[in-house]
């Protein structure tokens, strides 16, 4: 275990996977988490059985990798742990069907802590219930095991019935990988909370707001649209490298000392005191459940305002000036593409 974290943060060493070994373990859905799981968990000398329903167009591909593959039911009665990766709006009623078949003892091991922490899946005290997170998307996860390398990841223990849940979540991490690079404890308050505020505030809502504004700024003022695109989108991903490889630290050296500069004495104008108050209120309703409720009311009700907004993103201009352009530097890329379309697909049913 390594101390210069604030957090607890877990290795091989620390692991041992034979705990896991012993048990059953089903896997429900052969999505972008679920197949990587259940593929190492099976590589990792562990009896997998794939929960799917009986008309899954992923039936075939779990079969294929020479898994077994029955119903989210029948495989949660025979299985010591019962792993949920369907999609987190689905949880809730596949909980359901299988609630009857865990025995207590039984641990309940999930990917995110939605449904827990809003209170969406309410699991009987007698069973645990853990989570162990990879940071990563799922062939990631499945390719860096086939690579002997780890993908580090979260674990948390919210209910620990049989005494040795942290154990069990811990093995598990150990057999899909984790372990290799590193498992950071947390709790399910903590993931849920981060990684709603995270993706809403700075990964998915902040950063295409701030692509669009400049992107609309740049174009009312009568630049051209290509201009616009390139310097507010496609540069982007520059600089997200430099700061995924080294930190702000990396970026700043390798950009120009103009754009150092102008990009100190300006950031703050655009992200002020003003954006600052409203990431607290938006931290706010994360908190207080504000956001979790309306998000299931919203599915609750067919997902209408969702569809809008939607729709609404892929009519922006910045689309189809975008498609246009990135035809330009299509080749080579392609077979990337495709690649990510394949598994999109593949976890669409
Ligand atoms: P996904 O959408 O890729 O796959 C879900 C799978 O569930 C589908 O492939 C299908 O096999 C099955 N499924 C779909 N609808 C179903 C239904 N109505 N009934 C039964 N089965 C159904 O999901 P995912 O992205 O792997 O997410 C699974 C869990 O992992 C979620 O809790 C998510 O928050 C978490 N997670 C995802 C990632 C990621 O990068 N994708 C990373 C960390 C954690
Ligand atoms: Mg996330």
Same mark, same amino acid.
């Given at each position: 275990?390594?101390?210069?974290?604030?957090?607890?943060?877990?290795?091989?060493?620390?692991?041992?996977?034979?705990?896991?070994?012993?048990?059953?373990?089903?896997?429900?859905g052969y999505g972008? *988490?679920g197949?990587?799981?259940?593929?190492?968990?099976?590589?990792?000398?562990? +009896?997998?059985?794939?929960?799917l329903r009986e008309d899954s167009s992923s039936r075939s591909a779990a079969?294929?990798?020479? !898994?077994?593959?029955? #119903?989210? =039911?029948?495989?949660?009665?025979?299985?010591?742990?019962?792993?949920?990766?369907v999609p /987190?709006?689905v949880?809730?009623?596949?909980?359901?069907?299988?609630?009857?078949?865990?025995?207590? &003892?039984?641990?309940?091991?999930?990917?995110?802590?939605?449904?827990?922490?809003?209170?969406?899946?309410?699991?009987?005290?007698?069973?645990?219930?853990?989570?162990?997170?990879? =940071?990563?998307?799922?062939?990631?996860?499945?390719?860096? $095991?086939?690579?002997?390398?780890?993908?580090?990841?979260?674990?948390?223990?919210?209910?620990?019935?049989?005494?040795?849940?942290?154990?069990?979540?811990? %093995?598990?991490? =150990?057999?899909?990988?984790?372990?290799?690079?590193?498992?950071?404890? #947390?709790?399910?308050?903590?993931?849920?909370?981060?990684?709603?505020?995270? +993706? *809403?505030?700075?990964?998915?809502?902040?950063?295409? %707001? !701030?692509? =669009?504004?400049?992107?609309?700024?740049?174009?009312?003022?009568?630049?051209?649209?290509?201009?616009? $695109?390139?310097?507010?989108?496609? +540069?982007?991903?520059?600089?997200?490298?430099?700061?995924?490889?080294? &930190?702000?630290?990396?970026?700043?050296? %390798?950009?120009?000392?103009?754009?150092?500069?102008?990009?100190?004495?300006?950031?703050?104008?655009?992200? /002020?005191?003003?954006?600052?108050?409203?990431?607290? *209120?938006?931290?706010?309703?994360?908190?207080? &459940?504000?956001?979790?409720?309306?998000?299931?009311?919203?599915?609750?009700?067919?997902?209408?305002? $969702?569809?809008?907004?939607?729709?609404?993103?892929?009519?922006?201009?910045?689309?189809?000036?975008?498609?246009?352009?990135?035809?330009?530097?299509?080749?080579?890329?392609?077979?990337?593409?495709?690649?990510?379309?394949?598994?999109k697909t593949s976890a669409d049913d």
């Open positions: 275990m390594s101390d210069e974290f604030e957090n607890p943060v877990y290795y091989d060493d620390d692991a041992d996977v034979s705990v896991i070994q012993e048990q059953t373990v089903a896997v429900l972008s *988490q197949h990587a799981h259940a593929l190492n968990l099976h590589e990792s000398g562990v +009896e997998v059985i794939v929960g079969e294929a990798e020479g !898994l077994r593959v029955e #119903t989210p =039911k029948q495989a949660a009665s025979e299985a010591d742990l019962v792993s949920v990766l /987190d709006t949880q809730p009623a596949v909980y359901a069907e299988i609630e009857p078949e865990l025995d207590p &003892g039984d641990t309940l091991q999930f990917a995110h802590g939605f449904n827990i922490h809003y209170g969406q899946i309410e699991p009987n005290e007698d069973v645990n219930v853990t989570m162990v997170a990879p =940071k990563s998307p799922g062939h990631l996860v499945r390719r860096n $095991y086939e690579n002997d390398e780890g993908t580090p990841g979260l674990l948390a223990v919210y209910q620990d019935a049989s005494g040795d849940a942290h154990d069990i979540g811990l %093995s598990y991490a =150990k057999a899909i990988g984790c372990a290799r690079a590193g498992v950071v404890e #947390t709790t399910f308050r903590e993931e849920t909370e981060t990684d709603l505020f995270g +993706e *809403q505030v700075v990964l998915c809502g902040g950063v295409t %707001s !701030l692509v =669009k504004q400049g992107y609309e700024t740049l174009v009312d003022a009568g630049y051209s649209r290509e201009m616009a $695109y390139f310097e507010c989108l496609n +540069e982007l991903k520059l600089i997200v490298d430099l700061m995924y490889e080294g &930190g702000l630290s990396e970026m700043w050296d %390798s950009v120009s000392d103009t754009a150092e500069y102008g990009g100190l004495t300006r950031g703050d104008r655009v992200v /002020d005191e003003h954006a600052r108050e409203n990431m607290e *209120q938006i931290l706010e309703e994360v908190q207080d &459940g504000t956001f979790a409720r309306q998000w299931i009311t919203e599915n609750q009700a067919g997902r209408p305002s $969702y569809k809008q907004l939607r729709n609404a993103e892929k009519n922006h201009d910045i689309e189809a000036v975008g498609e246009d352009l990135r035809a330009l530097f299509a080749w080579g890329e392609n077979e990337e593409r495709d690649e990510k379309e394949k598994t």
